[in-house]
């Protein structure tokens, strides 16, 4: 679309678009993927999904259980076999097909999921490319996948080489899940693994549209499979099954923890990216211009769930009455409103189960004594959805709930702090461990923050800028493990060692 193109002819073309992509999914339904085909579950069972914009059923989805992900796993299992034989250069040509599909088809899935996650047009337009770009860039890793070291001793010539690891599960989440199912699919399929994917239940559209792009991009069947459903059924019976090696997941906290307890009969291996209540920490010598737009954009972008969001913004009491005063008319310029008009900023959550949850923040803050400065209600938006105001709560302190609980959604605590040190020991009370944001033209003070700061990922003068080489990922109640380039290969592969004699050491004889 044209840049100079008048945002309401886009809203438009997004609602002409997505007219007919709806009416097919409503007509058809959503099936399971599994060995190459779309089938229903074996019960028959389905479930509705619907629109957060309006509760519009959007259409009916197949209800996986037990026997749904034997199947699947079953087919991940025998085509293994061939997959992880296939030349890595094969298995690239195959991967790219993937990303050229996800752009052919990008449009269509923007406007998909904004109507299935209430998501704005504005993130989902480019969470497509960012999903083809994932497959790109793990498609071009596939020859480098097995690559180990070499680490001869006096006796004997060393290698390392990696394997992968078997047929994998991944369980993806409803915010931005296509671009984040492919952040965890590219790299397992990149590895030579097979996987079964469970989508979450209040986003499936568009895990059913990757699953189509994958079959007409050639890949093998039963190399991905998808099954729908609910945690508690597929989901666990997926952890449970004996031929996933691993499960990949990306979620809350508490069900990590019951996915891990479900795993470990099985002894699978276990990748976690989950909850946070991550920090930016203003101090007075920072770029304040920067830093303002910063703030605004990592919590109240993508409706505020997101894992990486920076809930909690530490602001130093020299600066931090001017600072909020500025913060405070940011936020109420924000405009809420359909999730397809390309002016949207914030569109409804995901589901009124959600809403409920971030609404009940607002009775939290004001019994903690916090004064909600911005926002505090949900809000009359087009179609009657589930909109909520971007809030904004300042007079907290690090113990109260809402500096401590992650709400996931539009809602920001202000947190004063006195120096290094009390800025420090704030964003470090709590259990979370995802990701830190510091801003500070002081380099040497920027550099001890960021050492300091107990998070598996720190951003110094900057918002979250994804780069795909890195490990993404945190520590405490945040996760296991590492994402990104190299790091999900020591997740998706074996390492192996082999150990080759020059025949020339001595062998102790025994019985001789």
């Known amino acids: 679309m044209d840049k100079a193109t008048p945002k309401q002819d886009i809203f438009k073309a997004n609602l002409d678009r997505a007219a007919p992509l709806l009416a097919k999914l409503k007509a058809d339904g959503i099936g399971h993927f599994i060995d190459g085909k779309i089938m229903p579950s074996v019960s028959g069972a389905t479930f509705e999904t619907r629109s957060p914009i309006d509760g519009a059923l959007l259409t ?41 599909g996800i752009e052919n088809h990008a449009e269509d899935i923007a406007v998909l999921e904004c109507i299935d996650t209430g998501q ?76 079964v ?43 449970q099954h004996s031929a996933i090696k691993a499960i990949g997941f990306v979620g809350e906290s508490a069900t990590g923890s019951a996915i891990m307890a479900q795993g470990a009969p099985t002894l699978k291996r276990v990748h976690f990216e989950l909850g946070g209540k991550n920090p930016v920490i203003v101090f007075d010598d920072a770029d304040l211009d920067r830093a303002l737009d910063a703030v605004v954009f990592m919590i109240y972008s993508l409706n505020g769930e997101r894992c990486t969001s920076s809930s909690r913004l530490l602001v130093q009491q020299t600066i931090a009455d001017k600072f909020v005063e500025r913060l405070t008319g940011r936020v109420r310029a924000l405009k809420v409103g359909h999730p397809l008009d390309p002016a949207t900023e914030i569109g ?61 959604g539009p809602f920001l605590t202000v947190i004063p702090f006195r120096d290094e040190a009390d800025a420090i020991e704030i964003a470090n009370d709590i259990k979370y461990g995802l990701t830190g944001y510091v801003w500070t033209n002081d380099m040497g003070r920027a550099l001890r923050v960021a050492d300091a700061l107990e998070a598996g990922m720190i951003w110094l003068n900057s918002e979250n800028v994804r780069h795909l080489p890195t490990p993404f990922g945190g520590m405490k109640a945040s996760g296991i493990g590492r994402d990104g380039g190299d790091y999900s290969f020591d997740f998706y592969m074996e390492t192996k060692h082999v150990s080759l004699a020059r025949g020339t050491h001595k062998i102790q004889r025994l019985g001789a």
């Open 197 to 239: 994917h469970k989508p979450a239940e209040w986003s499936p559209i568009t895990a059913h549209w990757l699953a189509k792009i994958v079959k007409e991009a050639g890949i093998p069947d039963g190399v991905l499979n998808t099954v729908h459903g609910f945690g508690e059924e597929a989901g666990k019976a997926l952890t």
């Open 348 to 408: 409804p959550l995901i589901h009124e189960r959600h809403l409920a949850k971030v609404c009940s923040y607002f009775d939290v803050a004001r019994q903690d004594g916090a004064v909600i400065a911005v926002g505090g209600r949900s809000h009359d938006g087009p179609g009657g959805g589930h909109y909520v105001q971007p809030t904004l709560v300042t007079g907290a302190n690090s113990k109260m709930r809402v500096a401590q609980e992650e709400v996931f």
């Open 120 to 195: 704005a047009y504005r993130f989902m337009a480019k969470a497509a490319i960012r999903a083809a770009e994932n497959f790109r860039f793990f498609a071009d890793k596939c020859t480098e996948a097995r690559d180990g070291r070499n680490m001869p001793s006096e006796e004997h010539w060393n290698v390392s080489t990696r394997v992968p690891i078997g047929p994998v599960g991944v369980i993806t989440p409803w915010n931005t899940p296509f671009m984040l199912s492919t952040w965890k699919i590219a790299p397992a399929l990149a590895a030579g693994c097979t996987v």
């Open 60 to 100: 009916t989805v197949a209800r996986g259980n037990t026997e749904d992900v034997d199947r699947a796993a079953t087919a991940a299992a025998l085509a293994f076999r061939s997959w992880r034989e296939m030349t890595p250069s094969l298995r690239r040509k195959l991967l790219h097909r993937v990303a050229d």
